[in-house]
């Protein structure tokens, strides 16, 4: 079994926080802002936020990645006691906001699915390209199923389904059939070459033949989609009225759940069209800064692939006397 060791900033390729100076300008942040990141990873985007809020200015990093939290805290050592940096899931941002001292916020940032320094170490179980144990935590000492349990364990229908669904794969049936019959698996070069043997055919797609499966695996054993429905509304609840919130996606699952729960909090109706009279009595408690997603310049995708498929959305909390009006 390979040796996890502490990790520090200089044992990964150096992070490069995507669309950077969009969410700089779309937060607004304020001298003396409060913020959390909600996925603090590397801390490059917290570095920046705390830099713009001045020294006033007080940031709670959360991550569930003891490996992401090493590397964040000696990049923000400089800012001293203006950092905390909790280990936890956005999944319990309030929580973990409340134990800090922090009761509402200027400004919150969910940056999510993988980073570099996961892919980077084969250790981790997360890349085709590096040869490691099939793992896939984000959270090392979690207790739930790893990458193996779950290609190990389901049946070909189950394991078609969640390629399906969380890797959006076309092929996912034909996937799930070599997997079942070439397992058990235990690394990832292995399971890999396996999904590469199914598909064998001339492919529309430049994309490894595992990337899709890859990623619904990760997605599932990190309950990936479901936190983010969980944070979502906790973030909105932690904003004070004027203050911002950013997401940053990767894929389309992401995006849709994040476009979805930002349309429906911008509107004081959500009855089914048609209904000529309301009955719900949602109200609207957000409006948005972005009617559509932020996307990365030429510029910045050339110098960084990673933001290639990285969306950004905002909303802003409405005031109070906003969020009570009939509309």
């Known amino acids: 079994m390979e040796e996890r060791l502490p990790m520090r900033a200089g044992d990964v390729q150096p992070h490069i926080p995507v669309l950077l100076d969009e969410v700089l300008a779309l937060l607004a942040i304020a001298p003396g802002a409060v913020i959390v990141d909600a996925t603090v990873g590397a801390g490059g985007h917290a570095a920046a936020l705390l830099e713009a809020a001045g020294p006033e200015g007080r940031l709670l990093g959360i991550d569930r990645d003891p490996d992401a939290l090493a590397i964040a805290r000696e990049r923000l050592a400089g800012f001293g006691d203006r950092v905390m940096l909790v280990q936890g899931c956005s999944d319990r941002m309030a929580a973990l906001a409340a134990a800090a001292g922090i009761t509402t916020a200027d400004a919150i940032l969910m940056d999510l699915g993988v980073s570099s320094m996961h892919l980077d170490r084969a250790v981790r179980g997360f890349s085709f390209v590096h040869d490691g144990p099939l793992d896939m935590r ?136 048609g209904q000529p009279v309301c009955t719900c009595s949602h109200r609207a408690a957000v409006r948005l800064v972005t009617r559509r997603p932020v996307t990365a310049t030429a510029a910045e995708v050339a110098a960084n692939p990673r933001s290639r498929s990285a969306k950004l959305r905002v909303v802003e909390k409405l005031q109070a006397d906003e969020m009570a009006s009939d509309g």
Not at 156 to 172: K, Q, S
Request: hydrophobic share 40%; proline share 7%.
């Open 138 to 273: 984000m959270d090392p000492t979690d207790a739930g199923p790893t990458a193996a349990d779950l290609v190990n364990t389901l049946d070909e229908d189950e394991l078609a389904d969640l390629i399906r669904r969380y890797g959006e794969d076309r092929h996912a049936r034909r996937i799930a059939r070599q997997i079942v019959q070439e397992r058990p698996f235990y690394r990832t070069g292995e399971l890999a070459a396996a999904i590469a043997a199914a598909l064998t055919f001339p492919r529309r797609e430049k994309i490894h033949p595992a990337t899709r499966t890859f990623q619904a695996l990760r997605i599932a054993v990190n309950d990936e989609l479901g936190m983010l429905e969980r944070a979502l509304p906790q973030a909105v609840e932690l904003l004070r009225p004027g203050g911002r919130l950013a997401v940053i996606s990767f894929h389309s699952l992401e995006d849709r759940i994040v476009k979805r729960f930002f349309r429906r909090e911008s509107m004081d109706c959500i009855c089914p069209p």
